[in-house]
């Protein structure tokens, strides 16, 4: 279970709630979502708590406390969705962190709400391969495709990173929003990881941080497993710096968490060893090295 994940020292530092949500009702092209957390539970236990490049073991910074899964209820995306916020009504969001643990990229919603609720100036880091901003996918706003939508409905700015593939409805989308409201930096044009820092932390300020991380941002090479995979993603090692970057000496305090669109291939535990590596990068640095 996630309470053995990076768990190796006393149980000290900045508690970390895990919330499994092993749902794919909204997915468009391979299935799978549905076994990513129980995925990244096992790669956990096999990942070094020990970060050797920053020189800071994540065992003695955070704790993780591992919340019940929350399974999906008859009735498509609009039941999930209430259950989610049934679930996250018993949480703090003005103090508790949450790394939820997909699934699907359509299960963020709730939480964004949830947050945003007690931080009303939140932004948003999105990276992916898509942009998620189409009004409707397949007859439902609440598809995954749609997420960065709702997102940008609540008001909420985004910076997104890793983006290669949209439509042209999300173009004429991305032209009309406010540069204050939403920046993309596509996969094409990514700067040196210190550069992209440097622009999120102008964009973010002083406002908290909320990370909506979907694998298929990363190149293939380094996260195959996803249902709906896109050639020339970010590198692994372009993503680890970019976080060294974002929190040396400082940066924006990140608010939560999280991690879908991870569908494990049978055999192999590439995918998600990666996914739980990026994770432990992020905490790491953000714990380690921002001073917050």
């Not at 092993?22 to 979502?33: I, Q």
């Not at 960065?148 to 609540?154: G, K, Q």
């Not at 020339?232 to 680890?240: L, Q, R, V």
Request: glycine share 10%.
């Amino acid at each position: 279970m996630l309470d053995e994940f990076f768990d190796l020292g006393p149980r000290q530092g900045k508690n970390i709630l895990v919330l499994p949500v092993p749902y794919e009702g909204t997915v468009s092209f391979g299935t799978g979502t549905r076994l990513g957390p129980e995925a990244m539970f096992r790669a956990s236990v096999q990942v070094e708590s020990y970060d050797p490049e920053l020189d800071l073991d994540l065992a003695d910074l955070a704790r993780f406390t591992p919340l019940p899964a929350v399974h999906p209820p008859a009735g498509g995306p609009e039941a999930m969705h209430r259950r989610l916020a049934e679930v996250l009504h018993g949480l703090d969001a003005a103090n508790d962190f949450l790394l939820t643990l997909g699934g699907d990229h359509s299960i963020p919603l709730p939480v964004f709400e949830f947050y945003r609720q007690a931080r009303p100036d939140m932004v948003i880091l999105h990276v992916d391969a898509h942009a998620d901003l189409r009004s409707s996918y397949e007859d439902s706003p609440l598809s995954h495709a749609c997420i960065m939508a709702r997102a940008r409905e609540l008001g909420i700015p985004l910076f997104q990173m890793g983006i290669r593939s949209i439509c042209r409805e999300q173009q004429d989308f991305m032209r009309a929003q406010n540069p204050a409201g939403l920046r993309t930096l596509f996969a094409w044009e990514l700067p040196e990881p210190k550069e992209a820092a440097a622009m999120l932390r102008k964009f973010t300020g002083d406002r908290p941080l909320y990370i909506s991380f979907d694998v298929d941002g990363m190149d293939p090479s380094v996260i195959p497993g996803t249902g709906t995979p896109e050639p020339g993603g970010i590198s692994y090692w372009w993503m680890a710096a970019f976080w060294k970057e974002l929190w040396q000496g400082g940066g924006p305090e990140l608010i939560g968490m999280d991690v879908c669109e991870l569908a494990p291939i049978h055999g192999s535990q590439v995918s998600e060893t990666a996914a739980v590596k990026i994770i432990q990068r992020v905490l790491t640095a953000w714990l380690g090295l921002s001073g917050k």
